[in-house]
């Protein structure tokens, strides 16, 4: 799968949506990931250019398409699709064998489909520039979520990541939709013994380092306590020139999670109460 021209994308500006044709050159097989289903807002009407796009480029190059596959869906009980994949599962385009890799977090059917060296992340992860979905859909969790991205950067450095959607980072005046999982990890050293430590500012007494992160354990939710102030409220992962003086807001509970775009990490910016 290292071969770009077996991977396709399409990008639909009116949703920031990239619908991938990924196909084996050798049998012909094709399939469509994250296709969109073109929708007016003024008329309240729906129509498939941006899948006849698709298809006709499919049938200019050969291809059979047999899969239409969804990395995630926001509103269904699953009877919309004919079939539904567990963790591990696989199965072949052509003669591309296609692991899935259970996601959860942004929804709690996010799924990501690994061929060869690529992965199609979904929602799970933005461009390193950018970040990651949020975590507030109906049955959102940001827990998920973050073992869903850490699970994904234990993938070898190389992998490449395709996303679903961009929307253009500040400071980036293009579309971007491919990087690697070595570009999406945080620091340079950013395991540690199976831990990982990053940029960060204590959620109680605001000190400044990568000691304040407390090393989160990448099997666990992430804890640990400040070395100035012994806290375990956990720490704002942010980067360097990215870090603020003043006190945290102390409302949010532990199941939430705030939105943040400067993450290199490409995960939710999450403040932890214990």
């Known amino acids: 799968m290292s071969d770009k021209h077996l991977i396709r994308a399409f990008f639909d500006e009116a949703t920031n949506t990239i619908s991938y044709l990924v196909a084996d050159p050798q049998t012909k097989r094709a399939g469509v990931i994250d296709p969109v289903l073109d929708y007016d807002p003024k008329s309240a009407t729906v129509d498939t250019r941006s899948v006849r796009a698709i ?8 291809f059979l398409v047999e899969w239409s596959l969804e990395t995630h869906a926001h509103k269904t009980d699953g009877s919309d699709f004919d079939r539904l994949f567990g963790d591990g599962e696989r199965f072949k385009i052509g003669n591309l064998e296609v692991e899935v890799i259970y996601t959860p977090g ?8 690994e061929i060869a060296n690529a992965v199609f992340v979904g929602d799970t992860l933005f461009m390193p520039d950018y970040g990651t979905a949020c975590a507030d859909f109906p049955s959102g969790d940001a827990h998920k979520l973050y073992r869903s991205i850490q699970r994904l950067l234990d993938l070898p450095p190389e992998t490449r990541l395709f996303m679903c959607h961009d929307y253009k980072a ?4 293009h579309y971007a939709w491919e990087t690697t999982v070595a570009e999406k990890r945080p620091c ?3 395991r540690e013994g199976g831990r990982f430590r990053c940029h960060a500012q204590c959620a109680r007494c605001d000190t400044l380092g990568s000691h304040a992160a ?7 939710h992430p804890r640990g306590s400040c ?9 704002i992962f942010k980067n360097p020139g990215e870090i603020q003086s003043g006190r945290r807001n102390r409302t949010l509970k532990s199941d939430q999670a705030q939105c943040s775009r400067t993450l290199k990490l490409s995960a939710v910016m999450l403040v932890y109460w214990y």
């Open 106 to 113: 942004h929804t709690p059917a996010c799924i990501s489909y």
């Open 170 to 173: 500040p400071g980036r005046d």
């Open 188 to 190: 340079s050293k950013w």
């Open 214 to 220: 407390a090393a989160v354990n990448r099997s666990e």
């Open 227 to 235: 070395s100035a102030c012994g806290s375990k409220r956990g720490a």
């Open 55 to 62: 298809l006709a480029a499919a049938k200019e190059a050969g």
